[in-house]
C-alpha cells in the first residue's frame, strides 16, 4: 500500500464558537492528487488553513509523512513537509519575482540560487519575469510564482486553496500538466480545493465532495462528466446563493 503523506482524523474546526468543519477524515498518499470540491461557503479555506495551522483545531488530528503534528504552528508544519498556495495567491507584490522564490527558498533553508533554477526549469515563463515586481505580473503568472515558490522548499505534502480562480485557460492548462506529472514523479502528495470541475477532474485520482464541513461523498474523476452529478452540483450552488456572506468561510 502506497504511503499516507498526509492523513486527518476526526478534524473539527471553526471560527470563535461558530464550527465549520466537523469529523474530518481524509489521507492523500505518495504521488496521489485528491481534489476537494465544493462551493463557496462550504468550508474548504476552513479546512486548508486547518490543516496548514493557521487555524485552531477544536477536535481531531493531522499527520505529516507519519508523525503527528496536530499542535503545531504554521512555520512547523512547513518543517515538517507541508507547502501551501492560499487563496489569491499572497506573493509579496513589492519583492522581484527573484526575490519571492528566493524568500521561499531561504524560510525553507534552502539553497536560493539552486531553487531559482529548479523554479525556472519547471515554470519557464518565469525566467524573464525575475526581475520584474510581483505586483506588476498578471494573475495567471502571480499563480505561477505562488506555486513556483511554495515548491522551492521541497514540501512532501501541498496544498491549493482555488488555484485556478481569476486566471486565463492557458495557465490553468500548464498547471493541469505540471501538477499530475510532479505528484508521480517525486512522490508529493497534493491536495487541490476547487469549484472548478474541469480542472479537478483533469489533474486529481479521487475527488471527495464537501458540503456545510463535511465529506459527504468520495467520486471518481469520471464521474465529473456525468450529467446527473455536474446537475448536482450546479444544483447545490444555486440553492447555496443566499449564503454568499459565508463565501470565504
Avoid at 464550527?19 to 468550508?43: F, K, Q, S, T, Y
Avoid at 479546512?47 to 503545531?72: D, F, H, N
Avoid at 500538466?177 to 489533474?203: C, H, K, P, S
Amino acid at each position: 500500500m502506497t504511503e499516507a503523506l498526509l492523513e486527518a482524523r476526526r478534524l473539527s474546526a471553526g471560527y470563535g464558537s461558530i464550527p465549520i468543519l466537523r469529523d474530518i477524515d481524509l489521507e492523500v498518499a505518495a504521488g496521489e492528487v485528491v481534489g476537494i470540491l465544493g462551493h463557496n461557503g462550504m468550508g474548504k479555506t476552513t479546512l486548508m488553513k486547518a490543516l496548514m495551522g493557521l487555524l485552531p483545531i477544536s477536535a481531531g488530528q493531522v499527520r505529516v509523512c507519519g508523525t503527528e503534528i496536530t499542535r503545531r504552528a504554521a512555520h512547523g508544519r512547513a518543517r515538517a513537509g507541508i507547502g501551501y498556495v492560499p487563496q489569491g495567491r499572497d506573493i509579496f507584490p513589492a519583492l522581484t519575482v527573484r526575490e519571492n522564490l528566493a524568500f521561499g527558498a531561504s524560510a525553507a533553508h534552502r539553497n536560493r540560487e539552486a531553487a531559482i533554477k529548479k523554479a525556472i526549469a519547471s515554470f519557464p515563463v518565469l525566467e524573464n519575469l525575475l526581475d520584474r515586481k510581483g505586483g506588476a505580473l498578471s494573475g495567471g503568472e502571480q499563480q505561477i510564482l505562488a506555486l513556483a515558490r511554495a515548491l522551492t522548499g521541497e514540501p512532501r505534502v501541498l496544498l491549493l486553496d482555488e488555484p485556478t480562480e481569476g486566471i486565463q485557460p492557458s495557465i490553468v492548462d500548464q498547471m493541469e500538466e505540471y501538477l499530475r506529472r510532479e505528484a508521480e514523479r517525486n512522490g508529493m502528495a497534493v491536495l487541490v480545493v476547487e469549484q472548478d470541475m474541469g480542472f479537478i477532474g483533469a489533474i486529481a485520482h479521487r475527488v471527495l465532495w464537501l458540503q456545510k464541513g463535511q465529506i459527504v461523498r468520495e467520486l471518481h474523476p469520471d464521474q465529473l462528466r456525468n450529467p446527473q452529478t455536474v446537475d448536482e452540483f450546479v444544483g447545490l450552488e444555486v440553492a447555496a446563493q443566499p449564503h454568499s456572506s459565508s463565501s470565504q468561510l
